[in-house]
Protein backbone atom coordinates (compact mmCIF):
# COMPACT_ATOMS: atom_id res chain seq x y z
CA UNK A 1 0.00 0.00 0.00
CA UNK A 2 1.18 3.11 -1.08
CA UNK A 3 0.76 6.51 1.86
CA UNK A 4 3.47 8.55 0.43
CA UNK A 5 0.64 11.16 -0.61
CA UNK A 6 0.66 12.18 3.00
CA UNK A 7 4.79 12.78 2.98
CA UNK A 8 4.94 16.57 2.36
CA UNK A 9 9.08 16.47 2.44
CA UNK A 10 11.53 14.03 0.93
CA UNK A 11 11.93 10.84 2.86
CA UNK A 12 15.61 10.91 1.93
CA UNK A 13 16.33 12.00 5.79
CA UNK A 14 17.76 9.17 7.68
CA UNK A 15 17.63 10.74 11.22
CA UNK A 16 15.41 8.32 13.41
CA UNK A 17 13.15 10.20 15.90
CA UNK A 18 11.52 7.77 18.60
CA UNK A 19 8.31 8.71 20.32
CA UNK A 20 8.11 6.59 23.15
CA UNK A 21 4.30 6.79 24.26
CA UNK A 22 1.33 6.62 21.71
CA UNK A 23 -1.44 8.31 23.79
CA UNK A 24 -2.97 11.52 22.63
CA UNK A 25 0.31 13.56 22.34
CA UNK A 26 2.79 10.76 21.26
CA UNK A 27 0.27 9.95 18.44
CA UNK A 28 0.13 14.14 17.05
CA UNK A 29 4.16 14.48 17.68
CA UNK A 30 4.47 11.34 15.54
CA UNK A 31 2.38 13.15 12.98
CA UNK A 32 4.45 15.65 12.83
CA UNK A 33 8.19 14.31 12.70
CA UNK A 34 6.69 11.95 9.76
CA UNK A 35 5.59 14.90 7.85
CA UNK A 36 8.80 16.42 7.87
CA UNK A 37 10.42 13.05 6.15
CA UNK A 38 11.64 11.88 9.51
CA UNK A 39 11.69 7.98 10.31
CA UNK A 40 9.34 7.73 12.90
CA UNK A 41 9.44 4.82 15.28
CA UNK A 42 6.50 4.64 17.73
CA UNK A 43 6.90 3.14 20.99
CA UNK A 44 3.62 2.29 23.53
CA UNK A 45 3.67 0.00 26.14
CA UNK A 46 -0.41 -0.97 26.05
CA UNK A 47 -1.62 -3.00 23.34
CA UNK A 48 -3.30 -1.21 20.08
CA UNK A 49 -6.14 0.86 21.84
CA UNK A 50 -7.88 0.39 18.33
CA UNK A 51 -8.08 -3.59 18.82
CA UNK A 52 -8.72 -3.69 22.56
CA UNK A 53 -11.47 -4.79 24.12
CA UNK A 54 -11.65 -2.85 27.34
CA UNK A 55 -10.34 0.63 26.62
CA UNK A 56 -7.65 0.73 29.63
CA UNK A 57 -6.88 4.17 31.25
CA UNK A 58 -8.15 7.03 32.33
CA UNK A 59 -11.74 8.35 30.60
CA UNK A 60 -11.84 11.87 32.05
CA UNK A 61 -13.66 13.85 28.90
CA UNK A 62 -12.18 16.02 26.98
CA UNK A 63 -12.37 19.74 26.25
CA UNK A 64 -11.03 20.37 22.95
CA UNK A 65 -10.04 24.60 22.43
CA UNK A 66 -8.11 26.75 20.27
CA UNK A 67 -4.97 25.12 21.00
CA UNK A 68 -5.77 22.28 20.41
CA UNK A 69 -7.45 22.38 17.79
CA UNK A 70 -4.59 24.61 15.99
CA UNK A 71 -2.07 21.84 16.75
CA UNK A 72 -4.72 19.32 14.76
CA UNK A 73 -4.86 22.13 11.81
CA UNK A 74 -1.24 21.48 11.24
CA UNK A 75 -1.23 17.84 10.20
CA UNK A 76 -4.96 18.28 8.93
CA UNK A 77 -7.02 16.67 11.74
CA UNK A 78 -8.81 19.53 13.31
CA UNK A 79 -11.79 19.26 11.02
CA UNK A 80 -12.27 15.37 11.54
CA UNK A 81 -12.27 15.70 15.36
CA UNK A 82 -13.91 18.44 15.52
CA UNK A 83 -17.14 16.64 13.68
CA UNK A 84 -17.13 14.13 16.42
CA UNK A 85 -17.23 16.57 19.16
CA UNK A 86 -19.76 18.25 20.84
CA UNK A 87 -20.12 21.96 21.40
CA UNK A 88 -20.25 23.56 24.61
CA UNK A 89 -21.13 27.23 24.74
CA UNK A 90 -21.53 27.67 28.49
CA UNK A 91 -21.04 26.36 31.91
CA UNK A 92 -24.44 25.44 33.14
CA UNK A 93 -24.76 25.53 37.30
CA UNK A 94 -26.83 23.40 39.03
CA UNK A 95 -28.14 25.23 42.91
CA UNK A 96 -28.75 23.03 45.14
CA UNK A 97 -32.59 24.03 44.83
CA UNK A 98 -32.13 22.81 41.23
CA UNK A 99 -32.24 26.24 39.12
CA UNK A 100 -29.74 26.06 36.63
CA UNK A 101 -28.13 29.19 35.21
CA UNK A 102 -25.81 29.93 32.55
CA UNK A 103 -22.59 31.30 32.30
CA UNK A 104 -21.02 31.86 29.11
CA UNK A 105 -17.68 30.66 28.20
CA UNK A 106 -16.77 34.10 25.96
CA UNK A 107 -18.78 36.06 23.37
CA UNK A 108 -21.49 34.73 21.29
CA UNK A 109 -19.95 32.02 18.58
CA UNK A 110 -17.40 30.96 20.82
CA UNK A 111 -17.49 27.48 22.01
CA UNK A 112 -15.03 24.44 23.53
CA UNK A 113 -15.44 20.78 22.62
CA UNK A 114 -16.57 17.69 24.05
CA UNK A 115 -14.21 15.03 22.79
CA UNK A 116 -13.69 11.24 23.15
CA UNK A 117 -10.23 10.40 24.84
CA UNK A 118 -10.30 6.80 23.61
CA UNK A 119 -11.71 8.34 20.22
CA UNK A 120 -9.29 10.84 19.80
CA UNK A 121 -6.35 8.37 20.50
CA UNK A 122 -7.80 6.07 17.91
CA UNK A 123 -8.38 8.51 15.38
CA UNK A 124 -4.50 9.94 16.02
CA UNK A 125 -3.32 6.78 15.47
CA UNK A 126 -4.70 5.88 12.24
CA UNK A 127 -3.85 9.17 11.15
CA UNK A 128 -0.23 8.03 12.20
CA UNK A 129 -0.09 5.09 10.27
CA UNK A 130 -0.91 6.59 7.15
CA UNK A 131 3.17 7.79 6.65
CA UNK A 132 4.80 5.77 4.89
CA UNK A 133 7.77 6.89 7.37
CA UNK A 134 6.23 5.81 10.49
CA UNK A 135 5.95 2.31 12.32
CA UNK A 136 3.95 2.09 15.21
CA UNK A 137 4.86 -0.74 18.18
CA UNK A 138 2.62 -1.78 20.31
CA UNK A 139 3.15 -3.45 24.18
CA UNK A 140 6.98 -2.49 23.92
CA UNK A 141 7.66 -1.16 27.54
CA UNK A 142 11.11 0.72 28.02
CA UNK A 143 13.55 -1.06 29.81
CA UNK A 144 16.43 1.43 29.68
CA UNK A 145 17.61 4.33 27.39
CA UNK A 146 21.39 6.42 26.82
CA UNK A 147 21.53 9.71 27.32
CA UNK A 148 25.10 9.62 25.41
CA UNK A 149 24.04 7.31 22.38
CA UNK A 150 20.25 7.25 22.19
CA UNK A 151 19.93 3.86 22.31
CA UNK A 152 16.80 1.91 23.84
CA UNK A 153 16.02 -1.51 25.21
CA UNK A 154 12.49 -2.36 25.18
CA UNK A 155 10.84 -5.36 26.43
CA UNK A 156 8.51 -6.96 24.25
CA UNK A 157 5.20 -8.69 25.33
CA UNK A 158 6.83 -11.91 24.19
CA UNK A 159 9.15 -11.60 26.34
CA UNK A 160 12.13 -10.78 24.06
CA UNK A 161 14.26 -7.69 24.31
CA UNK A 162 15.06 -5.56 21.42
CA UNK A 163 17.00 -2.46 20.86
CA UNK A 164 16.95 0.42 18.67
CA UNK A 165 19.05 3.58 18.13
CA UNK A 166 17.63 7.41 17.76
CA UNK A 167 18.65 10.29 16.49
CA UNK A 168 16.40 12.06 18.80
CA UNK A 169 14.09 10.56 21.19
CA UNK A 170 10.61 12.33 21.90
CA UNK A 171 9.13 11.37 25.77
CA UNK A 172 5.50 11.22 25.81
CA UNK A 173 4.61 8.87 28.02
CA UNK A 174 2.55 10.73 30.64
CA UNK A 175 2.75 11.86 34.05
CA UNK A 176 4.72 8.70 34.69
CA UNK A 177 7.18 8.57 32.85
CA UNK A 178 10.07 6.34 32.05
CA UNK A 179 11.78 8.70 29.77
CA UNK A 180 12.21 10.92 32.47
CA UNK A 181 13.73 8.84 35.08
CA UNK A 182 16.89 9.45 33.05
CA UNK A 183 16.45 13.66 33.89
CA UNK A 184 16.45 12.83 37.49
CA UNK A 185 19.53 11.57 36.99
CA UNK A 186 21.13 14.82 35.57
CA UNK A 187 22.54 17.72 37.60
CA UNK A 188 20.32 20.57 37.59
CA UNK A 189 17.62 19.08 36.63
CA UNK A 190 14.04 20.08 38.49
CA UNK A 191 11.86 18.06 39.23
CA UNK A 192 8.19 18.52 41.52
CA UNK A 193 4.83 16.22 41.65
CA UNK A 194 1.90 17.30 44.14
CA UNK A 195 -1.11 15.31 44.77
CA UNK A 196 -4.16 17.52 45.40
CA UNK A 197 -6.13 15.89 48.24
CA UNK A 198 -9.17 15.24 46.17
CA UNK A 199 -9.84 12.06 43.63
CA UNK A 200 -12.07 12.18 41.01
CA UNK A 201 -15.24 9.12 40.43
CA UNK A 202 -17.19 8.74 36.85
CA UNK A 203 -20.39 7.77 36.47
CA UNK A 204 -22.73 7.83 32.96
CA UNK A 205 -26.22 9.77 32.78
CA UNK A 206 -28.12 7.67 30.13
CA UNK A 207 -30.12 8.61 27.73
CA UNK A 208 -33.96 9.01 28.35
CA UNK A 209 -35.98 7.93 25.63
CA UNK A 210 -33.43 8.31 23.23
CA UNK A 211 -32.62 11.81 23.92
CA UNK A 212 -30.21 13.60 26.14
CA UNK A 213 -30.71 13.48 29.67
CA UNK A 214 -29.76 17.00 29.99
CA UNK A 215 -29.58 19.90 27.57
CA UNK A 216 -26.05 18.88 26.08
CA UNK A 217 -24.51 22.12 24.84
CA UNK A 218 -23.64 23.16 27.91
CA UNK A 219 -20.31 21.90 30.62
CA UNK A 220 -22.99 21.04 33.63
CA UNK A 221 -21.14 21.48 36.82
CA UNK A 222 -22.42 21.01 40.35
CA UNK A 223 -20.56 23.38 42.70
CA UNK A 224 -21.08 22.69 46.29
CA UNK A 225 -17.87 24.54 47.98
CA UNK A 226 -15.31 22.06 49.05
CA UNK A 227 -16.40 19.32 46.25
CA UNK A 228 -18.52 19.36 42.92
CA UNK A 229 -19.27 17.05 40.08
CA UNK A 230 -19.47 17.98 36.16
CA UNK A 231 -21.29 16.24 33.21
CA UNK A 232 -20.02 16.39 29.82
CA UNK A 233 -22.26 14.99 26.69
CA UNK A 234 -21.12 12.24 24.37
CA UNK A 235 -21.95 11.06 21.17
CA UNK A 236 -23.88 8.37 22.28
CA UNK A 237 -26.72 10.77 24.13
CA UNK A 238 -25.47 10.16 27.44
CA UNK A 239 -23.39 12.49 29.55
CA UNK A 240 -19.86 11.07 31.32
CA UNK A 241 -20.55 12.66 35.18
CA UNK A 242 -17.40 13.25 37.26
CA UNK A 243 -17.42 13.63 40.97
CA UNK A 244 -14.08 15.42 42.50
CA UNK A 245 -13.77 15.56 45.97
CA UNK A 246 -11.62 15.18 48.87
CA UNK A 247 -10.54 11.77 49.83
CA UNK A 248 -11.89 12.01 52.91
CA UNK A 249 -15.29 12.37 51.87
CA UNK A 250 -14.95 9.24 49.87
CA UNK A 251 -13.76 7.18 52.48
CA UNK A 252 -17.09 7.99 54.35
CA UNK A 253 -19.22 6.56 52.00
CA UNK A 254 -19.57 3.10 51.87
CA UNK A 255 -22.55 1.66 51.76
CA UNK A 256 -25.52 2.20 48.53
CA UNK A 257 -27.68 3.91 51.15
CA UNK A 258 -25.05 6.10 52.16
CA UNK A 259 -24.51 6.83 47.93
CA UNK A 260 -28.15 7.70 47.85
CA UNK A 261 -28.19 9.77 51.23
CA UNK A 262 -25.68 12.00 49.89
CA UNK A 263 -26.51 12.38 46.78
CA UNK A 264 -30.54 13.40 47.78
CA UNK A 265 -28.34 16.14 50.11
CA UNK A 266 -25.96 17.55 47.14
CA UNK A 267 -27.33 16.27 43.94
CA UNK A 268 -30.74 16.02 44.19
CA UNK A 269 -31.53 16.66 40.61
CA UNK A 270 -28.84 14.34 39.42
CA UNK A 271 -30.90 11.35 41.14
CA UNK A 272 -33.51 10.10 38.43
CA UNK A 273 -31.06 11.51 35.44
CA UNK A 274 -28.42 8.63 36.88
CA UNK A 275 -31.15 6.49 37.92
CA UNK A 276 -30.84 5.34 41.77
CA UNK A 277 -29.89 1.59 41.16
CA UNK A 278 -27.20 2.55 38.95
CA UNK A 279 -25.95 5.54 40.73
CA UNK A 280 -25.29 2.53 43.63
CA UNK A 281 -23.87 0.42 41.56
CA UNK A 282 -21.56 2.52 39.86
CA UNK A 283 -20.09 4.49 42.71
CA UNK A 284 -18.07 1.08 43.95
CA UNK A 285 -17.36 0.12 40.79
CA UNK A 286 -13.69 1.57 40.47
CA UNK A 287 -12.06 3.07 43.61
CA UNK A 288 -11.68 6.94 43.46
CA UNK A 289 -8.41 7.78 41.09
CA UNK A 290 -5.94 9.91 42.38
CA UNK A 291 -4.68 13.51 40.53
CA UNK A 292 -1.03 14.98 39.83
CA UNK A 293 0.10 17.80 38.97
CA UNK A 294 4.17 17.56 37.68
CA UNK A 295 6.58 20.15 36.78
CA UNK A 296 9.79 20.27 35.50
CA UNK A 297 13.24 21.88 34.05
CA UNK A 298 14.84 22.11 31.24
CA UNK A 299 12.69 19.55 29.16
CA UNK A 300 15.64 18.64 26.54
CA UNK A 301 18.52 16.31 27.12
CA UNK A 302 22.19 17.71 25.27
CA UNK A 303 20.43 17.00 21.50
CA UNK A 304 19.20 13.33 22.33
CA UNK A 305 16.20 13.87 24.42
CA UNK A 306 12.90 15.98 24.40
CA UNK A 307 9.90 15.62 27.24
CA UNK A 308 6.50 16.88 25.91
CA UNK A 309 2.85 16.85 27.63
CA UNK A 310 2.59 14.92 30.32
CA UNK A 311 5.62 14.06 30.71
CA UNK A 312 6.87 17.20 31.04
CA UNK A 313 3.81 19.16 32.83
CA UNK A 314 1.25 16.85 34.15
CA UNK A 315 -2.04 19.09 35.05
CA UNK A 316 -4.83 18.91 37.26
CA UNK A 317 -7.77 18.49 34.58
CA UNK A 318 -9.64 21.91 35.94
CA UNK A 319 -9.07 24.50 33.14
CA UNK A 320 -9.61 21.77 30.44
CA UNK A 321 -6.02 22.72 29.06
CA UNK A 322 -3.71 19.64 29.97
CA UNK A 323 -4.55 17.99 26.04
CA UNK A 324 -4.45 21.75 24.86
CA UNK A 325 -1.04 22.06 26.06
CA UNK A 326 0.00 18.92 25.20
CA UNK A 327 -0.81 19.15 21.38
CA UNK A 328 0.20 23.02 21.57
CA UNK A 329 3.60 21.70 22.74
CA UNK A 330 3.83 19.88 19.31
CA UNK A 331 2.87 22.64 17.44
CA UNK A 332 5.35 24.89 19.20
CA UNK A 333 8.33 22.28 18.76
CA UNK A 334 7.52 22.18 14.84
CA UNK A 335 7.39 26.11 14.69
CA UNK A 336 10.67 26.35 16.48
CA UNK A 337 12.07 23.51 14.22
CA UNK A 338 10.95 25.83 11.14
CA UNK A 339 13.21 28.82 13.02
CA UNK A 340 16.09 26.79 13.60
CA UNK A 341 16.06 24.07 10.17
CA UNK A 342 15.56 21.39 11.91
CA UNK A 343 19.04 21.63 14.03
CA UNK A 344 18.04 19.25 17.48
CA UNK A 345 21.23 21.30 19.06
CA UNK A 346 19.85 24.57 18.97
CA UNK A 347 15.96 23.39 18.48
CA UNK A 348 15.93 21.46 21.90
CA UNK A 349 17.34 24.02 24.72
CA UNK A 350 14.72 27.00 22.98
CA UNK A 351 12.13 24.61 23.17
CA UNK A 352 12.91 24.54 27.12
CA UNK A 353 13.37 28.37 27.05
CA UNK A 354 9.98 28.58 25.29
CA UNK A 355 8.12 26.41 26.99
CA UNK A 356 8.72 25.61 30.40
CA UNK A 357 7.31 29.34 32.12
CA UNK A 358 3.76 28.31 30.13
CA UNK A 359 3.55 25.11 30.98
CA UNK A 360 3.99 25.74 34.47
CA UNK A 361 1.95 28.93 34.76
CA UNK A 362 -1.21 26.92 33.27
CA UNK A 363 -0.11 23.80 35.88
CA UNK A 364 -0.93 26.83 38.74
CA UNK A 365 -4.23 28.03 36.74
CA UNK A 366 -5.39 24.65 36.60
CA UNK A 367 -5.37 24.35 40.58
CA UNK A 368 -6.72 27.92 40.77
CA UNK A 369 -9.51 26.72 38.35
CA UNK A 370 -10.51 24.02 40.91
CA UNK A 371 -11.56 26.74 43.40
CA UNK A 372 -13.40 28.80 41.12
CA UNK A 373 -15.26 25.71 39.47
CA UNK A 374 -16.63 24.34 43.17
CA UNK A 375 -16.37 27.74 44.63
CA UNK A 376 -16.30 30.80 43.25
CA UNK A 377 -18.97 30.46 40.93
CA UNK A 378 -21.46 30.16 43.16
CA UNK A 379 -20.50 34.34 44.55
CA UNK A 380 -22.38 37.23 43.60
CA UNK A 381 -19.06 38.80 43.33
CA UNK A 382 -17.46 36.54 41.10
CA UNK A 383 -20.61 36.69 39.34
CA UNK A 384 -20.71 40.31 39.09
CA UNK A 385 -17.02 40.60 38.09
CA UNK A 386 -17.58 37.88 35.19
CA UNK A 387 -20.21 40.40 33.75
CA UNK A 388 -18.08 43.16 34.24
CA UNK A 389 -15.06 41.79 32.36
CA UNK A 390 -17.00 40.27 29.70
CA UNK A 391 -18.91 43.97 29.50
CA UNK A 392 -15.68 46.23 29.38
CA UNK A 393 -14.21 43.61 26.70
CA UNK A 394 -17.01 44.41 24.37
CA UNK A 395 -16.54 48.00 24.22
CA UNK A 396 -12.61 47.54 25.13
CA UNK A 397 -11.88 44.37 23.14
CA UNK A 398 -7.89 45.00 22.86
CA UNK A 399 -7.41 46.48 26.17
CA UNK A 400 -9.42 44.07 28.63
CA UNK A 401 -9.61 40.39 27.72
CA UNK A 402 -10.58 37.52 30.14
CA UNK A 403 -8.20 35.31 31.51
CA UNK A 404 -10.47 32.43 30.50
CA UNK A 405 -11.03 33.80 26.79
CA UNK A 406 -7.16 34.43 26.49
CA UNK A 407 -6.43 30.68 28.21
CA UNK A 408 -8.82 29.04 25.93
CA UNK A 409 -9.68 30.64 22.42
CA UNK A 410 -6.52 32.98 21.77
CA UNK A 411 -2.47 30.94 21.79
CA UNK A 412 -1.59 34.10 24.06
CA UNK A 413 1.24 32.09 25.93
CA UNK A 414 -0.06 30.90 28.82
CA UNK A 415 2.55 33.01 31.20
CA UNK A 416 1.95 36.14 29.05
CA UNK A 417 -2.02 35.61 29.77
CA UNK A 418 -1.33 35.12 33.83
CA UNK A 419 0.61 38.37 33.56
CA UNK A 420 -1.95 40.32 31.76
CA UNK A 421 -4.35 38.97 33.59
CA UNK A 422 -3.43 40.37 37.20
CA UNK A 423 -2.90 43.85 35.88
CA UNK A 424 -6.28 43.56 34.29
CA UNK A 425 -7.19 42.98 37.95
CA UNK A 426 -5.50 45.14 39.49
CA UNK A 427 -7.17 47.47 36.96
CA UNK A 428 -10.64 46.66 37.16
CA UNK A 429 -11.35 46.33 40.88
CA UNK A 430 -9.29 50.06 41.78
CA UNK A 431 -11.99 51.46 38.91
CA UNK A 432 -14.61 49.96 41.02
CA UNK A 433 -13.37 51.47 43.78
CA UNK A 434 -13.77 54.29 42.54
CA UNK A 435 -16.71 54.11 41.63
CA UNK A 436 -17.81 53.28 44.98
CA UNK A 437 -16.25 55.95 46.45
CA UNK A 438 -17.79 58.40 44.27
CA UNK A 439 -21.32 56.73 45.00
CA UNK A 440 -20.90 56.73 48.72
CA UNK A 441 -19.32 60.10 49.16
CA UNK A 442 -22.26 61.61 47.24
CA UNK A 443 -24.51 60.13 48.71
CA UNK A 444 -22.78 61.54 51.64
CA UNK A 445 -23.04 65.37 50.15
CA UNK A 446 -26.50 64.79 49.62
CA UNK A 447 -27.92 63.72 53.13
CA UNK A 448 -25.05 66.75 54.37
CA UNK A 449 -26.13 69.34 52.08
CA UNK A 450 -29.50 68.74 50.09
CA UNK A 451 -30.17 71.11 47.25
CA UNK A 452 -32.89 73.91 47.83
CA UNK A 453 -35.68 72.34 46.68
CA UNK A 454 -38.86 73.98 45.70
CA UNK A 455 -41.99 73.26 47.90
CA UNK A 456 -44.26 71.75 45.13
CA UNK A 457 -46.97 68.41 45.17
CA UNK A 458 -46.37 65.63 42.55
CA UNK A 459 -49.27 67.09 41.24
CA UNK A 460 -48.29 70.56 40.48
CA UNK A 461 -45.05 68.99 38.88
CA UNK A 462 -46.87 66.75 36.29
CA UNK A 463 -48.74 69.95 35.51
CA UNK A 464 -45.46 71.45 34.75
CA UNK A 465 -43.96 68.80 33.31
CA UNK A 466 -47.47 68.12 30.57
CA UNK A 467 -46.83 71.93 29.85
CA UNK A 468 -43.41 71.52 29.01
CA UNK A 469 -45.04 69.24 26.00
CA UNK A 470 -44.52 70.07 22.72
CA UNK A 471 -48.36 70.97 21.18
CA UNK A 472 -46.93 69.28 17.78
Not at 318 to 333: I, T, W
Not at 381 to 409: A, Q
Request: charged share 20%.
Amino acid sequence: MDYSTNDSKSTSKKKVVAVVGGGLVGALNACYFAKRGFQVEVFESREDIRQAKIVKGRSINLALSHRGRQALKQVGMEDTIVSKGIPMHSRMIHSLNGTQSPIPYGKKGQYILSVDRANLNKELLSAAETYSTLKLNFAHKLLNWSTETGAMTFLRADGAKEEILADLIVGCDGAFSAIRKQFLRQSRFNFSQTYIPHGYLELTMPPINGEFAMKPNYLHIWPRNTFMMIALPNLDKTFTCTLFMPFDEFENVTTGDQVTEFFQKYFPDAIPLIGADALKRDYFRLPAQAMVSVKCSPYHLSDKCVLMGDAAHAVVPFYGQGMNAGFEDCLVFNEIMDQLNEDFSAVLPEYTRVRVPDDHAIADLAMYNYVEMRSHVNSKWFLFRKYVDNFLHIIMPRTIIPLYTMVTFTRTRYHEAVKRWHWQDKVINQGLLCVAASVVGGSYLLVRYPPNMPNISIEQLWTRLQALKSPF
